[in-house]
């Protein structure tokens, strides 16, 4: 395992957000070329929906199956948070991520290092006995990778905890 180091660790308040969607079940640990394809489809939508300009937009993954679960079963939700209700359609979904409090594990990684920023994310949260909630468990990214200097993805990890 590689080793990473968060660069900041906190507990967070968020409100109530509307995640528009494309479900994926099967392998995808590792698959850039997967991850890239449905984040396309998602902002594609987003784009003919005319949603794109939402300064609060995040880009989101959401993983709904811990590592017991089989790999040809393991569930993700790749998309777009937005401010407007939208009907959802064959493709794209709507997923309501609730409010509350949430474990926020911020990194600056390369992509094989995402394995490792989870582990350390779980330390932390055995370490300081937090309990988590039966809420989501996402990556929100914060910039586009191909523009950084080093090719390193700017990641929050977040667990939502038992108030």
């Not at 590792?30 to 987003?46: H, V």
Request: net charge negative; with cysteine; proline share 6%.
């Amino acid at each position: 395992m590689e080793a990473t180091t968060a660069l900041k660790v906190e507990i967070k308040e968020f409100p109530e957000r509307t995640l528009a969607y494309i479900s994926h079940t099967g392998p995808y640990k590792g698959d850039a070329e997967l991850f890239g394809k449905l984040f396309t489809k998602a902002l594609d939508w987003i784009q003919t929906e005319g949603l794109a300009n939402n300064p609060k937009m995040e880009t989101i993954t959401v993983y709904h199956d811990s590592e017991t679960v089989p790999i040809d079963q393991q569930r993700i939700s790749v998309g777009y948070t937005i401010n407007e209700d939208r009907e959802p359609n064959e493709e794209i979904k709507m997923l309501t991520l609730p409010k509350g409090k949430y474990l926020v594990g911020s990194f600056e990684i390369l992509p094989t290092e995402y394995e490792t920023a989870w582990f350390e994310i779980f330390d932390y949260l055995k370490t300081e006995k937090l309990t988590l909630s039966d809420g989501p468990m996402y990556e929100s990214y914060k910039n586009d990778p191909t523009q950084h200097p080093e090719g390193k993805h700017i990641v929050d990890i977040c667990l939502a905890l038992k108030n």
